[in-house]
């Protein structure tokens, strides 16, 4: 009996590791096709059904190696990110232990990945900045990575201040990407009254997060002084301005008439979309 399952569990192993060297090849050719990722996740999950823990957990974490290579070749395929995430939260699945036949039942009982895969979003977005897949991916495990580190107010004031000079310096060396102008609004968000979702700082107040509102405002400045041809600067400094601005009264918004300014340089740097600029001129009056 012991003999047979052995020999079927090999089996099963080696058409399963067969038919994913055979997708390597198609993968490669057609990197954002649903249907070859899916096939793969199938291939895995069955791995993790049919065989025993160590064998496929194997198979699990090669998939890391895989899709990093794969990510290499295109840093931004999100069909790569997305695979990427799915089998970094199976390999890291707590689970029960195994069962009776030596299968996983609900997970690997596996350890976290998260400073792992924040390391990793750091090595990609060192090599390319406008890795929006790689920014987003940093948001998603900032607050998890600080939760299990433990960390308290102090660390995640300095992790926050970190941050905001990463972004920074990247700004300065690319103010037209997008990739970047998201990643600091998800930072500034934690400036926000009533944020919604995982945040850096979970006990900011509301003195601090003005101060902080401010603070950034001002490095938005400088930038401004440098690259005044940016519209995504005069975008930033509107939006948060705005932030600190909430009076009722529309004339109080803008006393002394800078957003006004700002909103004219976006009319002539971004003329298709004057309309958008003009009502919200009108806003303020």
Known sequence: MASSLAEYEQNTLDIIRSDLRFLISP???????YWIWNHRLWLLQEAKERTPVHASRELWRSELGLVGK???LDSRNFHGWSYRRIVASQLESPGK????????????????MVEEEFAYSTKM????????????????????LLSERTADGE????????????????????PD??????????????????????????????AEKEAGISTELA??????????????IYE????????TRTSPDASQRDPDGELRGWLRALERLDPLRRGRWEDLKASLE
Not at 27 to 33: G, M, Q
């Open 27 to 33: 993968l490669r050719k057609f990197p954002k096709c």
């Open 70 to 72: 794969m990510l290499v």
């Open 97 to 112: 232990d195994a069962g009776p036949n030596g299968y996983p039942e609900d997970g690997f009982k596996g350890f976290s």
């Open 125 to 144: 977005i060192q090599s390319n900045l406008s890795n929006f897949s790689a920014w987003h991916y940093r948001g998603k495990l900032a607050p998890r």
């Open 155 to 174: 660390a995640r004031r300095a992790f926050l201040k970190e941050e905001f000079e990463i972004i920074l310096s990247a700004l300065y060396t690319d």
């Open 177 to 206: 990407n997008q990739s970047l102008w998201s990643y600091h609004e998800w930072l500034m968000s934690n400036h926000l009254k009533d944020l919604a979702g995982p945040a850096i700082i979970i006990d900011f107040s509301d």
């Open 219 to 232: 490095n938005i400045r400088e930038l401004l002084e440098v690259e005044d041809g940016c519209k995504c």
């Open 236 to 243: 930033a400094l509107i939006r948060y301005t705005l932030m």
